[in-house]
């Protein structure tokens, strides 16, 4: 006697799972122009890569011992290859029951995220699901405490693989937290929104009306809040951004990222650095044309590009190794680093440390943002932390010191230890602060009492200005060398591969700083 009535009942089950939420709810799901949990997972995984785990998981309905339907848990989970490598893939099913946890089977997702670990893969959500919802109590009969931390794996994951989420829908209560316990994490515009609590929940506490797009919309999380890094115009976008972060990890903290050949000759001069940065300190530059200048063409891969503008983060390549890369954006507050700024370069700084890639920072910066708002919201604090997560770095850092570089938020470019190095290009000016505001209040009395108080002033700042010649810093070794412009990345290229033996001394978790969402 075999196992066939048993080999079809498999075959049987598989099939009714696949019909998700059923034709209507598939129906009205896709007509807001959303894939289907299905369709996302094969668009995402390599071509026949997706392998099903817990596909017969869900409620079942019988009668007489036979199977007559199923609701499918709305949580699939499923190891795939993605660009040839393996990762562990979470995906959340909007047509069953909105995605909320009364439509989910609970071990799930936790068993997903604790094989991540254990098989030490990187691990991608899916997400496009509600939170909680009043009908699990009418189901179990009982109100139930929220767990917390304790039995939540989603942070243990930060600090051991890489992390990804993509927002495809309307997301709240805890996926929404899980979209932000994230290394990386991505939005879908127009058609996706991410919020702590929807509409009807904000009625209900705070007695307004408000619309989902209005609460959790791309301009709300990514240009405003920071809660998501980057937005993507269809979810196929999203999937390749996913990709490309992913190319630039390792595939845990135990390991080293990939070399990939990118054809960009190490020993490129290029010639246009030698005057990109403009002589007129009020004049602005493109940021952007100096890292394709430096780093590898076509590597950059920004991320949160429209939060904390004053600076840009990203990830790209030099000489095929991977980096994390920062530069000061003159052309938002003039470079200044404001509140969200710093909290971007410091989560930036703690996911290069986690993932041993080295740090290219191409400094410009003017110092920490002043005014009554910036002390309001927080710059002090912000910027103290930034000060303490970069000090506490261990991953290979090359500094550039590209134009001005003043203050407490200036010395974030040095560090006292490990491995680093520092050269300026001669457009550099420094100090603790800047003359021209220094020089009033320095020089104050001795202006008011001149005859000429202007030209007074002219023949102080002259005088001053002569002292801030990068030359005269580096004749006293203040700064370690001033280079063409054009010398920058065959430097460059040359201390990220020394660097390589030092970053796999560094491999594996558990040192300083970790990274936080």
């Known amino acids: 006697m075999d196992w066939l009535p048993e080999i079809e009942e498999i075959a049987r089950r598989r099939a009714l799972a696949k019909g ?55 949580t699939l989970i499923g190891l795939c290859q993605v660009d040839g490598r393996r990762v562990m893939v979470n995906a959340g099913d909007f047509t069953v029951r909105g995605g909320a946890s009364d439509g989910a089977v609970a071990r799930k997702g936790m068993w997903s995220e604790q094989m991540a670990i254990e098989w030490r893969i990187p691990f991608v959500r899916l997400l496009d699901a509600a939170g909680g919802s009043v009908r699990t109590f009418e189901k179990l009969g009982h109100t139930y405490l929220p767990t917390g931390p304790g039995f939540d794996v989603s942070p243990h ?34 058609t996706s929104q991410v919020f702590v609590g929807g509409p009807p929940v904000v009625k209900a506490a705070l007695g307004q009306d408000i619309t989902k797009e209005e609460l959790g919309n791309e301009q709300v999380q990514a240009y405003e ?34 070399r990939a050949e990118t054809g960009d000759s190490p020993d490129r001069r290029e010639a246009s650095l030698a005057g990109i940065i403009p002589r007129d300190p009020k004049k602005i530059y493109n940021p ?21 503008r004053s600076r840009i983060t990203a990830l790209a390549r030099v000489a095929g190794y991977p980096v994390g890369v920062m530069i000061n954006n003159c052309r938002y507050l003039g470079g200044s680093m404001d509140v969200a700024a710093a909290e971007k370069a410091t989560r930036f700084v703690e996911l290069c440390e986690t993932f041993h890639l080295p740090i290219v920072y191409f400094a410009d910066e003017p110092g920490f943002m002043v005014g009554l708002e910036s002390e309001k919201r927080g710059m ?44 300026a290009w001669p457009s550099g000016n420094w100090g603790s602060m800047h003359i021209e505001g220094g020089a009033d209040a320095a020089y104050r009395r001795e202006i008011e009492a001149a005859p000429d108080p202007a030209a007074k002033r002219r023949e102080i700042m002259a005088r001053l200005n002569e002292l801030a010649s990068p030359f005269r810093t580096a004749e006293t070794f203040g700064v370690e060398e001033i280079i063409d412009p054009r010398e920058s990345r065959p430097l460059l290229c040359q201390f990220v591969a020394a660097a390589q033996p030092v970053l796999r001394q560094q491999t594996g978790p558990g040192h300083a700083p970790r990274f936080r969402p």
């Open 20 to 74: 998700m939420g059923g034709p209507e709810n598939v129906a009205r799901h896709k007509a807001r122009g959303k894939l289907t949990v299905r369709e996302r997972l094969d668009a995402f995984a390599d071509a026949g890569t997706f392998e099903e785990i817990g596909s017969l998981a869900g409620s079942a309905t019988y009668q007489d011992g036979r199977i007559t339907a199923i609701t499918p848990s709305n």
């Open 157 to 190: 994951l930060l600090e051991a693989v890489p992390t990804v989420a993509a927002v495809l829908g309307s997301v709240a209560g805890l996926p929404a937290v899980q979209a932000v316990m994230a290394h990386f994490n991505v939005m879908v515009k127009d």
């Open 225 to 258: 809040g920071g809660a998501i890094d980057n937005v993507a115009e269809t979810e196929l976008e999203a999937f390749a951004m996913i990709r490309r972060f992913l190319g630039f990890m390792p595939a845990n903290v135990w390991e080293l990222p990939a």
């Open 288 to 308: 952007r044309a100096v890292l394709d200048a430096v780093l590898d063409r076509g590597s950059v891969f920004e991320i949160a590009p429209f939060h904390g």
């Open 380 to 423: 002090l604090r912000a910027g103290a932390r930034f000060h303490a997560v970069m000090a506490s770095t261990r991953t290979p850092w090359f500094t550039f010191i590209i134009r001005q570089i003043f203050g407490v938020a200036g010395g974030c470019h040095i560090r006292l230890s490990g491995m680093y190095r520092r050269v």
